[in-house]
């Protein structure tokens, strides 16, 4: 199924040799959030959405150093004040969340973004932007999942945890955004070199 175990295993890994080299204070960043696995950036975001009480969407300093720590991301202030200045383009003392995670994501070529977003919309069927589990019914076939068929699950709980695979792992509400979606296959790609590989396994996953 999408962003494999072993594909999860071995970015983690890379990340981590990866880390040791690169004195890069942002790519550090994203190297640890991956060492993490394919849903990392993605939980990132989530701590500081968490945080964001005002909605605005932005996050000044303090709150962006807490949120660091809340994820127990290994950094000392120097480095975190470098990595906030470089996203606080216009020097308010405050940054844009939403640029910042979409930056922090391995940068992956067009012809990735395009296929991953071939298979959301598949997905989506009902086409608002969320994949939620009514969507699901008919996309994705339950019946050949273990736990379906050694009846431990319902094809309910099936697609739920398949739902949960994209989500971020401290707050699972069972929908998943175009950013959600994004994200997650920006760190499964950071462990595919080619981009013909990249969509052929997703050609092959979602049947594209």
């Known amino acids: ?64 150093v807490k949120g660091l720590n809340d994820y127990a991301v290994m950094i000392d202030k120097e480095e975190a004040q470098e990595i906030f200045r470089i996203f606080d383009k216009d020097g308010s003392g405050t940054i844009d969340f939403d640029e910042f995670l979409v930056t922090l994501r391995p940068p992956m070529s067009k012809a990735r973004k395009e296929i991953i977003m071939q298979a959301f919309r598949k997905l989506d069927k009902s086409g608002d932007g969320v994949i939620t589990i009514e969507d699901l019914r008919g996309v994705y076939n339950a019946k050949h999942h273990p736990k379906y068929q050694n009846g431990d699950w319902t094809e309910d709980q099936v697609f739920r945890a398949f739902l949960d695979n994209f989500d971020s792992p401290y707050d699972k509400d069972g929908k998943v955004t175009t950013e959600e979606f994004m994200n997650y296959y920006a760190g499964v790609s950071a462990s595919i070199d080619t981009d013909v590989y990249f969509i052929v396994m997703m050609k092959n996953a979602w049947k594209l």
């Open 1 to 64: 199924m999408p962003g494999t175990a072993r594909h999860d295993r071995e970015m983690a890994i890379q990340a981590k040799r990866n880390l040791s080299k690169t004195t890069d204070p942002v790519e550090r960043l994203r190297l640890q959030c991956l060492a993490r696995g394919s849903a990392g950036i993605k939980g990132l975001g989530r701590v500081f959405r968490i945080m964001d009480d005002d909605n605005s969407r932005t996050l000044d300093f303090k709150e962006f």
